[in-house]
C-alpha cells in the first residue's frame, strides 16, 4: 500500500538514541523516516524477542498530516507524510532481557515526544501480546480529538463453515458494513489458509479459490462472533491458527471519504 509514568522514565534512562552496534545488520537503523515508524519498531520487535506485538494506525484526516502524492487526482493521492524517530537502544534480549509493557510504553512515548505534532499512540497489552495503538490525532479541522482504529468497530459475523481466509475475508466486511472505512487484508509472507493448518491439513495452494464448496470442507474451520471488537474477533480466530500470527494495520488516506481504507496485514512470528 506504501510506503506513525516513573517506571516508563526509568526505562528511558538507561536508553540512549543508537541501536547496538553489535546487532546483526538488518534493514533497520536507529533512525527510521517513514509514514509508520511504530510499524517498523513492532515488525523488529517481533524479530527480535518472538513475542507479538502489533500495530495499528488511524485514518488521518488533517491535511497537516498529509502530502500529495504523485497523481493527486487519484483515489490515492494523499499519503501520510514522512515522520521521524531516533529510537532508543537497548531494544534487544542482550540489553533488555524482557520486552514489557513497561519497555514498549517508554519507546512509544519517545515516539509521541519526538512527533507531538503528529499523530499519537498508546502501549497496551492483552491475553494475547502487546499492542501498539491509536492514542490522539486531528480531525479535518486540525482539532486533537481521540483516535480510533477500524479494528475498534464492533462487529458480528455468523457462525459458519470456511476456510481460515474466508473467516479473515467476513471479518473484514463486518468492519467494513460497520460504516468507519473499508477494510482489506493481506498476508504477504505467508499463505493464510497453509498457516492455519485446519485439522491438521494443508490444502493446496489457491484452495479457496480452486476447490468446490465440499472441497473445502476438510480445510475449512466453524468460526464466528456476535457482538465484540473486531479486534476481540481478530484474536478469537487466531488462537484457531496452528502458527503464530501477528498483524499491522495500516491506513490510506484520500481526500474523498470513499477513497480511504486500510489493509490488515497479517504475518508469522
Same mark, same amino acid.
Given at each position: ?80 507524510? /514522512?515522520?521521524? *524517530?531516533?529510537?532508543?537502544?537497548? %531494544?534487544? !534480549?542482550?540489553?533488555? @532481557?524482557? +520486552? ?92 493464510? /489458509?497453509?498457516? *492455519?493448518?485446519?485439522?491438521?491439513? %494443508?490444502? !493446496?495452494?489457491?484452495? @479457496?479459490? +480452486? ?59
Amino acid at each position: 500500500m506504501r510506503r506513525a509514568l516513573p517506571q516508563a522514565a526509568l526505562i528511558l534512562t538507561a536508553l540512549s538514541p543508537l541501536w547496538p552496534q553489535d546487532q546483526p545488520s538488518t534493514r533497520y537503523s536507529n533512525v527510521i523516516d517513514s509514514p509508520s515508524p511504530l510499524h517498523e519498531v513492532a515488525q523488529l520487535l517481533n524479530q527480535r524477542y518472538h513475542k507479538t506485538v502489533t500495530y495499528e494506525e488511524p485514518i488521518l484526516v488533517w491535511r497537516g498530516d498529509l502530502v500529495p502524492g504523485r497523481f493527486p487526482e487519484a483515489s490515492m493521492g494523499l499519503w501520510q507524510k /514522512d515522520r521521524h *524517530f531516533v529510537v532508543p537502544t537497548g %531494544l534487544d !534480549p542482550q540489553h533488555t @532481557a524482557v +520486552l514489557d509493557l513497561g519497555v514498549l510504553r517508554a519507546v512509544v512515548e519517545s515516539y509521541n515526544s519526538q512527533n507531538s505534532d503528529g499523530p499519537l499512540y498508546k502501549a497496551t497489552e492483552s491475553q494475547f501480546g502487546l499492542h501498539i495503538l491509536p492514542l490522539h490525532m486531528r480531525d479535518a479541522n486540525g482539532e486533537i480529538v481521540e483516535a480510533t482504529s477500524l479494528l475498534d468497530a464492533q462487529v458480528t459475523v455468523a457462525s459458519a463453515l470456511r476456510m481460515p481466509s474466508e473467516q479473515l475475508q467476513a471479518l473484514c466486511d463486518a468492519v467494513t458494513a460497520a460504516g468507519n472505512g473499508a477494510l482489506q487484508f493481506t498476508y504477504a509472507r505467508i499463505r493464510l /489458509d497453509i498457516a *492455519f493448518a485446519p485439522n491438521g491439513l %494443508l490444502p !493446496p495452494r489457491g484452495a @479457496a479459490q +480452486l476447490l468446490s464448496a465440499k472441497e473445502k470442507e476438510p480445510f475449512s474451520i466453524v468460526w464466528g462472533v456476535s457482538g465484540v471488537t473486531a479486534r476481540e474477533a481478530l484474536v478469537n480466530l487466531i488462537r484457531l491458527s496452528q502458527t503464530k500470527l501477528t498483524w499491522y494495520l495500516l491506513c490510506q488516506p484520500g481526500a474523498r471519504p470513499q477513497d480511504r481504507f486500510c489493509v490488515l496485514n497479517l504475518d508469522d512470528m
